[in-house]
């Protein structure tokens, strides 16, 4: 018993992660719509950011911002880094995601993958 | 107790998203991601990463917000029923999250100082920054200056994707009579 909660308190993070990128990758796999399935994709894109992110901190650390305390421990600053930049290439893919979504949308008159299907094997 | 407030966070975060998945009103969907994008943020600060909850809380819940209401616009608001049975896409996300879950046991337990992530190149930063750098700020130090190609690199992604938003939403003048001709000022507004 006492093994089970030291083990939920040490990989709590990672099982979050982890539930947040199947749960992404889920919706973006079963769902027909095109918008629902690039928000499915941004869940998985934010969930990476946890991955790298909760490593790095170390407890009773503090933020990479430096203070004249000599005997300060601070988190681990390269994570963060690369997440800046995740995030920013993040919201370039579903600005482009979108833009497709609305020229199909312009196309074929939806967003569903069932319809555009039909309608293409129509012509 | 930051350990607690993680996982309550976490916890929370994990609640929207099932919410998110089970929801057919896009609007409401896209409203709630805003949320988690904003619980992310939060549980980010608790990380000892302002930064980076200061950009997912600007980009993440901010501007992808405002884009996904933009298309949405443009489109329709509500999914259709699904014609598949979701069980498959189910075993299929099941089944990789109990092999990560599985993967899991073999990494190093969360807060610690001394695992691979926090003894190597990461850890030396803010030994560093002072004598090379000399800003207070170590993430701002590795991101402009040691790791500045990456950043460069970055600037090159997002100028590719607008160049992309652009050609996919330029309007076609060659057919006459397009009803969407009207929809033109907000497409030209989605490049930003």
Same mark, same amino acid.
């Given at each position: 018993?006492?093994?089970?909660? #030291?083990?939920?308190?040490?990989?709590?993070?990672?099982?979050?992660?982890?539930?947040?990128?199947?749960?992404?990758?889920?919706?973006?796999?079963?769902?027909?719509?095109?918008?629902?399935?690039?928000?499915?994709? #941004?869940?998985?894109?934010?969930?990476?950011?946890?991955?790298?992110? #909760?490593?790095?901190?170390?407890?009773?650390?503090?933020?990479?911002?430096?203070?004249?305390?000599?005997?300060?421990?601070?988190?681990?600053?390269?994570?963060?880094?690369?997440?800046?930049?995740?995030?920013?290439?993040?919201?370039?893919?579903?600005?482009?995601?979108?833009?497709?979504?609305?020229?199909?949308?312009?196309?074929?008159?939806?967003?569903?993958?069932?319809?555009?299907?039909?309608?293409?094997?129509?012509? | 107790?930051?350990?607690?407030?993680?996982?309550?966070?976490?916890?929370?975060?994990?609640?929207?998203?099932?919410?998110?998945?089970?929801?057919?009103?896009?609007?409401?969907?896209?409203?709630?991601?805003?949320?988690?994008?904003?619980?992310?943020?939060?549980?980010?600060?608790?990380?000892?990463?302002?930064?980076?909850?200061?950009?997912?809380?600007?980009?993440?819940?901010?501007?992808?917000?405002?884009?996904?209401?933009?298309?949405?616009?443009?489109?329709?608001?509500?999914?259709?029923?699904?014609?598949?049975?979701?069980?498959?896409?189910?075993?299929?996300?099941?089944?990789?999250?109990?092999?990560?879950?599985?993967?899991?046991?073999?990494?190093?337990?969360?807060?610690?100082?001394?695992?691979?992530?926090?003894?190597?190149?990461?850890?030396?930063?803010?030994?560093?920054?002072?004598?090379?750098?000399?800003?207070?700020?170590?993430?701002?130090?590795?991101?402009?200056?040691?790791?500045?190609?990456?950043?460069?690199?970055?600037?090159?992604?997002?100028?590719?994707?607008?160049?992309?938003?652009?050609?996919?939403?330029?309007?076609?003048?060659?057919?006459?009579?397009?009803?969407?001709?009207?929809?033109?000022?907000?497409?030209?507004?989605?490049?930003?």
């Amino acid at each position: 018993m006492n093994g089970l909660v #030291s083990s939920i308190l040490e990989h709590y993070n990672q099982w979050v992660t982890i539930f947040l990128m199947v749960a992404g990758l889920y919706v973006v796999v079963a769902r027909g719509n095109m918008v629902k399935k690039l928000v499915g994709l #941004s869940v998985f894109q934010t969930s990476v950011y946890l991955l790298y992110i #909760s490593p790095g901190k170390i407890l009773g650390g503090t933020a990479p911002i430096l203070i004249d305390d000599p005997n300060a421990v601070y988190s681990n600053p390269l994570p963060h880094v690369l997440i800046l930049t995740a995030i920013v290439v993040g919201l370039a893919t579903i600005a482009l995601g979108l833009g497709l979504v609305v020229r199909i949308n312009e196309v074929y008159g939806t967003v569903e993958e069932d319809e555009i299907f039909e309608r293409s094997d129509d012509e | 107790m930051e350990a607690f407030i993680n996982m309550v966070l976490l916890t929370m975060m994990a609640a929207s998203v099932v919410a998110l998945v089970r929801m057919r009103n896009l609007f409401a969907v896209v409203i709630l991601f805003s949320v988690y994008s904003f619980l992310m943020a939060s549980v980010l600060v608790v990380l000892d990463a302002p930064d980076v909850a200061m950009t997912e809380a600007a980009v993440g819940s901010g501007v992808s917000t405002v884009l996904f209401l933009a298309a949405l616009y443009l489109t329709k608001t509500e999914e259709a029923q699904p014609r598949h049975s979701p069980l498959l896409p189910m075993f299929v996300a099941v089944v990789v999250g109990a092999a990560l879950v599985y993967g899991t046991y073999d990494m190093p337990p969360f807060g610690a100082a001394d695992t691979p992530v926090n003894t190597h190149v990461g850890a030396q930063y803010p030994g560093r920054t002072p004598a090379e750098i000399d800003i207070p700020n170590v993430v701002s130090a590795v991101l402009a200056s040691y790791r500045g190609f990456d950043t460069l690199g970055e600037v090159l992604v997002v100028f590719t994707a607008a160049i992309g938003v652009l050609l996919l939403l330029r309007r076609n003048k060659r057919r006459p009579g397009d009803a969407s001709e009207e929809a033109g000022p907000d497409r030209a507004g989605m490049e930003d």
